[in-house]
Every structure is written in C-alpha cells, then in structure tokens.
C-alpha cells in the first residue's frame, strides 16, 4: 500500500511531501517471517545531558538525517508481497513479489537497518586522541553530532555518507518536534516545545481557546480525584 510522508521545519511548516511504498507489516507472522524487532533509539533524556555537556564546553552540535533510512537492510527472511494497485505488471499479474532488501512498514526493517554496525567508524560517545571528544546521538534516521573538533566533524560526516546516503541539516535547530535555541556567548542551550502544543491544541480542536495562568502552588501532585 501508499504510504504518505512530510517533513516539517523549526516553525512547523511543511518543506517537502514524499510518497512511499509501505508492506503489510500487521500481516507478517512471528517466528514465520520475521524474529526480532528493534529499534535504536537515544533516550531523551539522554540528549539533554548531552546537550548540556555541549552548552557547558561550547561543543559543536550539528545534524544529519538518513535518507530512506529503512531501505538499507537485506532480509535475511523470506517475504513475499502482493504487487502494488497501479503497478501490476500485466504479463505477471497472478505473481507476488519476493523481497530482498527491506522496505517501511516491515516489522524487521528497523532491525535491518543496522545503522551502527554498517559505519566504517562507529563512534557512539567515542574518545579519540587526547582531548577530541566525538559523540553520535542516534534517533531512528535522525543523528546529533557533538563535537569540540571542526575537523573530526567533518571526518565522521565523511565516513557517514560512505555508509548511507545522507543529508547534512548543518547546526542543530530542531530535533524531534523540539526548536533549539543557543547563545554561545553565554554557554546555552535552550529547548521549546510550542510547536508541538500548537499541533496537539489544533487535534483537539483548541487552537482559538483563551490563553491564561492557572494559579497553583509549586509541588501540588494532582489526581484523578
């Protein structure tokens, strides 16, 4: 089946629509055509420590995104797909296709994908040499790289598009729904949802409700009673 897909900027706007070839994945049988699932994820937390070690020692912070990220992976199950509405050859119309490499939608494709173990240099919080320090943050397709060496920076990115096919989005501005503000005059870092609270008062119909504090005292736990 279709699948849809937007990329959206740091003001939520969207800057690029991209359709997909999605499987089944509610289809497929553990144990038959697929084992294990996986993801590799950085906490969020995580990356706020992160994000503070390099507000503290004025740390480069840069981004990087995969391109057609689970794509990457060769199946080492056998899959079989029924042709796409609109792109059944007429000569084999009563064929499925068979997969090799792993597609969006496949309960395995995350586990596929390998992102780590198919970098020339893997450098996840990597110490190199002396005082370069070299830290990848992986979400998904999503990288944050951290660095206190310009050099070293470029050298990872070097090593990435040997492995990936992938974008250089320069300094980090907006991650995970998140707009990243710094000022490094002063050592830092700083985070804003709003975006995303303007997204969710817009599913819930809320977008034009009346703006105002809510008086409460700090520390009060509150509860469904």
């Not at 391109?67 to 084999?92: H, I």
């Not at 002396?130 to 070293?152: C, E, K, S």
Request: proline content about 2%.
């Amino acid at each position: 089946m279709a699948g849809g897909h937007k990329k959206i900027d740091a003001d939520g706007n969207v800057y690029i629509y991209k359709a997909r070839l999605v499987a089944k994945g509610f289809r497929q049988i553990h144990g038959v055509d697929y084992d294990e699932t996986f993801l590799q994820i950085a906490m969020l937390k995580s990356i706020w420590i992160l994000l503070a070690i390099a507000a503290y020692h004025d740390y480069e912070v840069w981004q990087m995104d995969v391109k057609t990220v689970f794509l990457n992976g060769n199946l080492s199950e056998d899959v079989y797909m029924t042709q796409p509405e609109g792109f059944v050859d007429p000569l084999n119309a009563g064929k499925e296709c068979k997969l090799l490499k792993s597609i969006y939608g496949l309960n395995q494709a995350s586990r596929r994908f390998g992102f780590i173990k198919n970098v020339e240099e893997p450098c996840v919080h990597k110490k190199v040499s002396g005082t370069t320090l070299v830290f990848l943050v992986l979400y998904v397709d999503d990288i944050l790289l951290i660095r206190n060496n310009i050099p070293m920076l470029e050298a990872v990115k070097d090593s990435l598009r040997k492995s990936f096919l992938m974008k250089d989005l320069g300094e980090a501005a907006y991650i995970l729904g998140i707009k990243v503000y710094r000022d490094r005059s002063k050592h830092l870092i700083g985070l804003s949802q709003s975006t995303y609270n303007d997204k969710v008062l817009k599913w819930f119909n809320m977008h034009d409700s009346k703006k105002g504090f809510l008086s409460m005292s700090p520390g009060t736990i509150l509860s469904k009673t």
